[in-house]
């Protein structure tokens, strides 16, 4: 659990520019990361929400090139 706390702090002033840009922009790996300290912290239905954003990004987001978690 440590460790899913330091890591949300080192994201955090990632999170302040990210949640401050008009558009967001694409951070590779961003939003997969807060889905596992999600899930680290017990809480799948959140983790799901950031899995769903992962691929927001995408014109189809059932395309077969998006990996299953982020249908």
Not at 8 to 32: H, K, M, S, Y
Not at 53 to 59: I, N, V
């Amino acid at each position: 659990m440590r460790a899913g706390r330091s890591a949300a702090a080192a994201l955090a002033p990632l999170d302040r520019l990210v949640d401050g840009a008009e558009t967001p922009p694409f951070v590779p790996g961003w939003e997969r990361v807060h889905a596992l300290l999600e899930l680290d912290s017990g809480r799948p239905a959140d983790a799901m929400v950031w899995c769903r954003r992962e691929g927001r990004w995408q014109e189809d987001a059932n395309a077969p090139r998006c990996l299953a978690h982020s249908r």
